[in-house]
């Protein structure tokens, strides 16, 4: 229980719904034990008539009628206390759940980047649905079973003992017995379920990117072996299920017969005692039965509770794993910091954790604010890995990365990354209108402002060309767009911002030579005062820029404006000579 203490602060914030809860859960009980008394009252008032003792028919007759009564008004008011009893205690399991997810998600979106390369996107997702969902129930419907059968069996107890001490121990023997059959039973259904549950996301998973691949498996023909690949996949998640319903299917007939092997002890040694003289009245029997089927549901979901506190225990140990994580880039600095945007990279070296890569060794260079700096290389040399740390969205293995002057580290983090525009290599559009991917960039823009930044990357006359302008819905990963119309959406939406540093990484690769002329004639005007480093394999794209830098293994190997590259011999010369070429 010590990795559920975490929900507590929980219960604590709902204490005043809890407590009552709790209250109406007892008062719910306590009607609904009036019946088994009630009954017993009846047999007895028949009994008596039987026997003689009572010989007024109409007397006989009241005295049912009022306990009818009574058993119907015990009925509906016990009714209503239990709605009542779910609408408090289920409702706050509902809001421990609301706020545990939240407080999961704010943890995901604090966490550095490495964070997610070392998760699976699906251990992510079963921490927020599963583990919390599982959490619920130890909050909510195990608590609330915890107090019903406390409570059901406290009273009870001591009903049942004050009218048949021995034939109360007989009836409860099966009962620990049946609580410890439950208890092997859910532990059993919750392995399986575990299974399947792994079986489905493993199904689920493999659709999910057959239709995201959709495109490829139809243009190679491969819809035949991906049906065979899922036709294997169900038909293990079908096993998986049916070997679940085998176990779940013997939870009923367990119960019914432990219940009818109660039944069987009080008729029989209830009966036993009843002819022997030491139980006064039949009606001890009948109300008995009745105790009977009351107590073996509340019994059983001792051993379903402990199950589910077991698996709430796993579940809540495994969100406090992600909890205690603390990201791995730092804000060390509180203030707000002022950012002009001249950057500098001294001796800077860069090895990625995960795969011990180097993707940047000693690299140098400076950029005044304004200036435009333009990075050439190979596939793999490290070039989106400068813009990447210049967002510190990883921090430099050795050298340094000044801003204004001010090492990176000790800016504000908000404020470095607010000043930031940065254009993925991959545009990665969300489902949502043309206008909101936009102004994701900037959350307060004007219609105004929209239009220009669109115009400025060019785009405008496409969305405009759209039925819906800008209002036009993008589908999953925006797919109604091409891709250079998703680049240049990703370029609206980084230059709406109008920040100070411009980081272009290889954005204008799916746009063909003219619309890339126009709109880096676009961005000279806007990017005047912005500094700004684009990153591409086009020397088109590069040449314009106040200096180019060559990156190759991570190394710098060429740097200058290009007329001077262009008039040594070089991997930019080459790149520039090969280039035109084709162009010609
Ligand atoms: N997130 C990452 N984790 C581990 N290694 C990485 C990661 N990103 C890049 N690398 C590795 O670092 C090296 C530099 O990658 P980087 O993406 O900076 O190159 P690039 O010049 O931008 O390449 P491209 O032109 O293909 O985009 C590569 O060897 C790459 O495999």
């Known amino acids: 229980m010590r990795e559920l203490q975490h929900v507590n602060k929980y219960f604590y914030k709902y204490r005043y719904k809890l407590l009552a809860g709790i209250l109406i859960t007892i008062i719910a009980r306590i009607f609904l034990l009036f019946t088994p008394e009630l009954v017993g009252n009846s047999v007895d008032v028949i009994d008596n008539y039987r026997k003689g003792i009572t010989t007024d028919v109409a007397t006989v007759k009241t005295e049912l009628l009022i306990n009818i009564l009574y058993i119907v008004g015990a009925a509906i008011i016990g009714g209503i206390f239990t709605f009542l009893m779910r609408q408090t205690i289920i409702y706050v399991s509902r809001k421990i759940e609301y706020d545990l997810k939240n407080e999961v998600y704010q943890q995901y979106q604090r966490l550095s980047l490495d964070f997610y390369k070392s998760n699976r996107t699906g251990d992510l997702m079963n921490r927020i649905s599963e583990d919390v969902g599982k959490v619920r129930e130890y909050a909510g419907p195990a608590l609330m079973y915890s107090i019903n059968t406390v409570t059901l069996f406290v009273i009870a107890l001591i009903l049942m003992f004050n009218s048949a001490p021995t034939l109360t121990l007989y009836t409860v023997i099966p009962l620990p017995i049946l609580s410890y059959f439950i208890y092997i039973l859910s532990k059993s259904i919750h392995k399986r379920s575990t299974i399947v549950q792994q079986w489905l996301s493993k199904l689920s998973t493999f659709s999910q990117e057959t239709f995201s691949g959709v495109s490829v498996i139809k243009s190679y023909g491969l819809e035949a072996s991906t049906n065979a690949e899922f036709y294997k996949l169900s038909a293990e998640s079908r096993e998986k299920n049916i070997d679940l319903a085998r176990i779940q299917a013997l939870f009923f007939p367990l119960m019914i017969f432990l219940i009818g092997l109660s039944n069987i002890i009080v008729i029989y040694i209830g009966g036993k005692q009843y002819i022997d003289g030491e139980i006064e009245s039949l009606g001890v029997i009948a109300k008995f039965i009745i105790y009977v089927n009351l107590l073996t549901w509340p019994v059983a979901t001792v051993g379903w509770v402990t199950s589910v506190v077991q698996q709430a225990e796993a579940s809540q140990k495994r969100i406090n794993e992600f909890l205690k994580q603390e990201p791995t880039i730092k804000n060390t600095n509180p203030e707000p910091s002022h950012i002009e945007g001249a950057i500098e990279f001294d001796n800077v070296s860069f090895t990625y954790p995960d795969t011990n890569i180097q993707a940047l060794n000693k690299v140098s260079f400076k950029l005044k604010k304004g200036d435009t700096m333009a990075i050439i290389g190979k596939t793999g040399s490290g070039k989106s890995t400068v813009l990447d740390l210049i967002g510190r969205l990883y921090d430099v293995s050795s050298g340094e990365i000044k801003i204004d002057?001010?090492?990176?580290?000790n800016l504000n983090l908000n404020s470095l990354r607010n000043n930031l525009g940065y254009v993925p290599q991959e545009a990665f559009l969300f489902s949502d209108s043309i206008r909101n991917n936009i102004m994701f960039g900037k959350e307060d823009a004007t219609e105004e402002e929209v239009i220009n930044a669109a115009k400025n990357a060019d785009v405008h006359k496409n969305i405009k060309g759209f039925s819906k302008g800008y209002d036009t819905v993008l589908g999953e990963r925006g797919i109604t767009l091409s891709g250079g119309q998703k680049q240049r959406v990703s370029i609206a939406r980084a230059i709406?911002?109008?920040?100070q540093i411009l980081l272009f990484d290889d954005c204008l690769s799916a746009v063909d030579t003219e619309t890339e002329?126009?709109?880096?004639?676009?961005?000279?005007?806007?990017?005047?005062?912005?500094?700004?480093?684009i990153v591409s394999h086009r020397v088109s794209s590069a040449k314009s820029a106040d200096n180019i830098i060559v990156l190759e293994d991570g190394?710098?190997?060429?740097?200058?404006?290009?007329?001077?590259?262009?008039?040594?011999?070089?991997?930019?010369?080459?790149?520039y000579l090969k280039q035109l070429t084709e162009n010609n």
């Open 517 to 533: 002329e126009k709109i880096l004639n676009n961005l000279r005007a806007i990017t005047r005062d912005k500094t700004t480093i």
């Open 405 to 409: 002057g001010t090492p990176i580290q």
């Open 555 to 575: 190394k710098m190997i060429q740097s200058g404006s290009h007329d001077t590259l262009i008039d040594v011999d070089g991997y930019y010369r080459e790149l």
């Open 496 to 499: 709406i911002k109008a920040p």
